[in-house]
């Protein structure tokens, strides 16, 4: 398939099952509401390393708030819910409890439940207190810059990690325009999020490695410095390629946030130095979710 | 949704237990065994139809055969302060008081709505659980208070009052809301363990006394003891989402919108946690 003069390979994106959360971050303005975001989303790029991925889902207007300030909706996703409770009690006592003004409250509604300020109303020592409104419990926990103000539990839901295209260009600075091009557009779209900084992968990884305690290494089929030491993915014309990895609440979040991603950088046309748009997959036997490049893409072109 | 009226048709000198009129405990009855309901009143016992004229909506020449078939809607005309525990133990339905009523107004309320259109006397919402009651008058006093012996008051649901509370409004009160759009007697929020208790009016000497934890919401200053303690004036962003959730009922209270307030807590004699939050002007 050719859009725009960029080749979309004939390939697909292998994605796992994950469980997954939202929390909204509000706080006196937006520059406080984004640096509690920031922090509670920071390290959280790969379930590999860091338990979770995490990312901030978009901002929210004060008419879109449950306390009328300004915010932003977090998401967080881990492999089970044992994790995804631990990460996310951890990272709102040292992220969101501590952040000036900022208070948290559940974004996302579901039968299974877990702890947003159930436990971290200990901190006020006895002097935190409850309020019951509309039939969700707020905890209200003493803190030096007035009053920390917290919902008791938020809904954790079944979803999809793993989401991924591969962008081939002819420079590195030419793959991470695209990139960043395919970010800004795919922002927009809700229910997912872009874990890696700024969105962007460079260091994508194949199950395996000759050393033994290594259970993932460098994608060396697609690392273009190696085209002539391995057996590659690349043409001669490749220097570099970016992954954008995409973790969503279901499959169509996903699908159409790679839609929008590969179309936007298909809009900047063979001047914009990218020839190819590739995708991550481990042959179709790990993960049960599968999104079809030419599938995805038959509706941009329809 | 079938609707009972019970119209009062003479004069009460004692009071009579209505618990037996609430909508659930009439569900399935013919209208004849509904006129066949014992009360008692004062010492002794008489049938509901020596009290009330029942009529049904939508009544059939064989209504008094065919049993009721849900929970249905009651209404009590010419109601009096004699009438009391109207509304006990509601699980659904809807009751409307055109009048006044006596003690015990929705004592044990579980669900469902009381409206009542007059005053009512003592203890109403005693015990209440869930559900709405609404005094469009006065009330007297222990609102959402503890039947004898119970140390625990009102547990849950909201009750609204247009106009003013008596004494101890909210004694022991451990969840729900309540909200007094004019002024409260003395005492008010005595030994509250938990929920909120609104007063747009004055309220009387010693609230929050021996309060333990929850929340006494003021417009007006009031006098308070020696062991409610001055925590200073502050903005409570908790205000917004309490405001929010007053909207969904008709009440002068949806008219608030001032997160700035002057916190204090107590009572300190019982070493409680509670708060009396008298919003700014």
Redesign the interface.
């Given at each position: 398939m050719l859009i725009n003069t960029i080749q979309i390979d004939d390939t697909f994106a292998e994605a796992f099952n994950m469980r997954a959360t939202r929390v909204i971050i509000t706080a006196q303005n937006l520059k406080w509401a984004y640096h509690a975001a920031n922090a509670m989303t920071g390290f959280a790029t790969s379930v590999i390393g860091c338990g979770v991925e995490a990312g901030i889902e978009r901002e929210l207007s004060t008419t879109e708030t449950?306390?009328?300030?300004p915010g932003v909706s977090i998401l967080m996703f881990a492999m089970g819910s044992k994790v995804l409770m631990q990460q996310l009690e951890n990272r709102m006592g040292q992220c969101i409890l501590t952040c000036p003004t900022a208070?948290a409250f559940a974004g996302i509604d579901s039968e299974d439940r877990i702890n947003l300020g159930k436990n971290l109303r200990f901190f006020g020592d006895?002097?935190q207190?409850?309020?019951?409104?509309?039939g969700k419990r707020?905890w209200?926990i003493p803190v030096m810059d007035?009053?920390f103000?917290c919902e008791e539990t938020t809904g954790m839901v079944r979803a999809i990690g793993g989401g991924n295209f591969l962008i081939l260009a002819t420079s590195q600075p030419a793959a991470l325009a695209a990139a960043e091009a395919a970010i800004e557009a795919m922002k927009k779209i809700p229910n997912v999020i872009m874990p890696f900084p700024g969105g962007v992968v460079r260091s994508g990884s194949k199950v395996g490695s000759k050393y033994k305690t290594m259970f993932a290494s460098t994608n060396d089929a697609f690392c273009p410095t190696l085209k002539g030491a391995s057996k590659t993915e690349l043409s001669a014309d490749i220097e570099s390629v970016m992954e954008i990895v995409i973790d969503g609440l279901g499959f169509d979040d996903i699908a159409e946030s790679m839609r929008v991603g590969i179309a936007a950088i298909c809009e900047l046309g063979a001047a914009s130095g990218v020839k190819r748009i590739s995708a991550g997959n481990y042959g179709g036997k790990l993960g049960p979710h599968h999104f079809k490049l030419h599938d995805i893409m038959s509706k941009t072109a329809a | 949704m079938t609707t009972l009226t019970f119209s009062l048709k003479k004069h009460l000198d004692f009071a009579v237990n209505c618990a037996a009129l609430t909508p659930n405990n009439l569900a399935e009855k013919t209208l004849a065994e509904i006129a066949g309901i014992l009360l008692v009143y004062g010492k002794q016992h008489i049938r509901l139809d020596a009290v009330f004229d029942v009529a049904q909506d939508n009544v059939s020449d064989n209504a008094s055969d065919s049993a009721i078939d849900n929970t249905p809607d009651v209404i009590v005309k010419h109601s009096s302060d004699k009438l009391d525990y109207l509304g006990a133990h509601l699980t659904a339905g809807r009751m409307d008081i055109e009048g006044d009523a006596g003690a015990f107004l929705g004592f044990n309320l579980k669900q469902g709505e009381i409206h009542c259109h007059g005053n009512s006397l003592a203890f109403a919402a005693c015990n209440m659980l869930g559900g709405l009651l609404h005094i469009h008058g006065n009330t007297g006093d222990f609102l959402g208070g503890a039947s004898a012996g119970l140390r625990k008051g009102m547990r849950g649901g909201t009750v609204l009052v247009t106009g003013d509370a008596g004494d101890r409004a909210g004694d022991q009160m451990r969840?729900g809301l309540i909200l007094i759009e004019g002024n409260a007697g003395d005492y008010c929020a005595s030994r509250m363990i938990?929920g909120?208790i609104g007063v747009l009016g004055h309220v009387g000497r010693y609230a929050g006394y021996n309060m333990k934890?929850g929340?006494l919401l003021l417009t007006q200053t009031p006098q308070l003891h020696a062991t409610i303690q001055d925590c200073g004036m502050?903005?409570?962003?908790?205000l917004?989402?309490?405001y929010?959730?007053f909207a969904?009922f008709d009440t002068k209270f949806t008219a608030l919108t001032s997160q700035r307030v002057q916190r204090f807590v107590g009572d300190a004699a019982c070493n409680g946690?509670g708060?009396i939050l008298l919003i700014a002007a």
């Open positions: 449950p306390d009328g300030r208070a006895g002097y207190t409850s309020k019951l409104f509309s707020y209200r007035g009053e103000l | 969840r938990a909120t934890r929340t502050h903005t409570l962003p908790f917004s989402l309490m929010q959730s969904q946690n708060e």
